[in-house]
Every structure is written in structure tokens, then in C-alpha cells.
């Protein structure tokens, strides 16, 4: 019975991708975003609840990336899309109903990125290229900005340019040749985990001075200190 319990919580993950999708279609983007951090919960979950039960499967593994492909896939493009779509203005005479559409670059790139996570093998311990949910938590992140930041936030994000910038910049990182850590304590040991300390920390506060907004800049502090980890330990 056990081996089925990480697999139920992946199924939730799925769940979760499917109902933020329903609410991005019908342009409820901050139901959308709340719900990508339900999905996001349940991937994380799934992992420790199978590492705990010692419950890892051939299936669980590709449930997984069955799983991630909807709620960190579909649902960020998705997002991205609707985005453009309120932009609704032409880029380099693009017609705007036909830049909405590259928005799903974003799914694109996942796909590959989860595709390539599957068959590496030196992502056993950190990663190689932006995690499709950091990503999608980016993206999911600037509806919420939108809703409840102010005008500059809302003159910043819904210009065009800077979404298509964002599409391009986030797909070339998801499958970018990008050392970066995991979130996975093997100890509690300052020496071994001082990066993921570091990290916590400034995300705590960032989040506690800029709340939703502090997301992209979490995102972006992770790839920074990943760089500095990965320069230290090559020097």
C-alpha cells in the first residue's frame, strides 16, 4: 500500500496543474498562480514522502515528469500567454494575436528540459538548467505582482517586450548548461549546506519586505548563488 502514497501525492500535483489551467483559460490568473503553489507543495511531497517510505518506482518517476509537464509545462506558457494576449499590442509587426502564441515557448522548453532531466545522469544531486517549477513559479509570480503590486509593476509587466524577454530568457535557462544546487539536506551542517542556508535566509527576508514580488528576485538569487557555488568550488 505504502509504494502507492508518493504516487497518490503526485496525482494531486496533476490535479492541482489541471485546475490552474481551467482558471487561466478563463483568465483567472491569480487563481492560477495560488494554485501552481499547491502543485508545487505536493512535487515537493512526493519526493520526501518516497525517500521516507523508500517507496521509488519506474512509474513514480515518469508519473512525475507526466505530472510536471501539465502544472509546470502547459500551466506557465498558459500563463504567459494570456498575459500577452492582455498586452495585446504588436512587437516588430507581429500581429499581437500572433505574439500571445510564443508564449508557449516556455512549454516548449520544459518539455525538453524534462525530457533531458530523465536521461542525465549527473542530476542525481543538483541540477543542469532551471527546474521547470522555479521557472513556473517566476512566471506564475507576475499575476500576482500584477494584482497586488502598483502602476509601475503594471506598466513593467504587461508590456510586451518585456514578457517576450522573459519567454526567451526563461526558455534558454531551462535547458542551459547552468549548474545549480538542490534544495536536499543530506545534514543540517553549516560546511555542507552553507549556500542552502544562505539562500533560506535572504529568501525569508526578501519575502518579508516584498512579498509576491520577492519571487522573481528569489529566482534570480538562486541562479547567482549557484554560479558563485560552482566558481568557489572550481577555483
Same mark, same amino acid.
Given at each position: ?9 503526485? &496525482?494531486?500535483?496533476?490535479? $492541482?496543474? &489541471?485546475? $490552474? ?44 515528469? /507526466? ?6 509545462? +502547459? ?13 495585446? $499590442? ?20 520544459? *518539455? ?21 517549477? *522555479? ?26 517586450? +518585456? ?11 531551462? +535547458? ?5 544546487? *538542490? /534544495?536536499? @539536506? ?10 542552502? @542556508? ?9 519575502? $518579508?519586505?516584498?512579498? @509576491? ?7 534570480? /538569487?538562486?541562479?547567482? /548563488? ?10
Amino acid at each position: 500500500m505504502k509504494k502507492h502514497i508518493p504516487n497518490a501525492i503526485t &496525482c494531486l500535483n496533476l490535479f $492541482a496543474g &489541471c485546475l $490552474a489551467l481551467y482558471f487561466a483559460f478563463e483568465g483567472q490568473l491569480v487563481y492560477t498562480a495560488y494554485l501552481v503553489g499547491v502543485a508545487a507543495v505536493f512535487d515537493f511531497l512526493d519526493g520526501m514522502v518516497a525517500r521516507v517510505l523508500k517507496a521509488y518506482s519506474e512509474i513514480g518517476k515518469q508519473l512525475d515528469s /507526466l505530472a510536471d509537464m501539465v502544472s509546470f509545462g +502547459v500551466v506557465p506558457g498558459t500563463i504567459m500567454f494570456v498575459l500577452l494576449q492582455r498586452a495585446d $499590442a504588436e512587437v516588430l509587426g507581429i500581429p499581437a494575436y500572433i505574439v500571445a502564441f510564443f508564449g508557449f515557448l516556455i512549454t516548449i522548453f520544459s *518539455a525538453l528540459r524534462l525530457a533531458k532531466f530523465n536521461i542525465d545522469t549527473r542530476q542525481t544531486t543538483s541540477f543542469i538548467g532551471l527546474p521547470t517549477p *522555479a521557472c513556473t513559479l517566476f512566471v506564475a509570480s507576475l499575476p500576482l505582482i500584477l494584482r497586488y503590486g502598483d502602476l509601475i509593476h503594471y506598466e513593467i509587466i504587461l508590456n510586451p517586450l +518585456v514578457l517576450l524577454v522573459l519567454t526567451v530568457l526563461l526558455s534558454f535557462l531551462l +535547458v542551459a548548461e547552468l549548474p545549480l544546487f *538542490a /534544495l536536499k @539536506f543530506t545534514n543540517l551542517t553549516w560546511q555542507d549546506n552553507s549556500v542552502r @542556508f544562505i539562500f533560506l535566509g535572504l529568501s525569508v527576508i526578501l519575502v $518579508a519586505l516584498l512579498k @509576491f514580488a520577492a519571487i522573481p528576485l528569489i529566482i534570480v /538569487l538562486y541562479i547567482l /548563488l549557484s554560479i558563485i557555488k560552482k566558481t568557489s568550488q572550481s577555483s
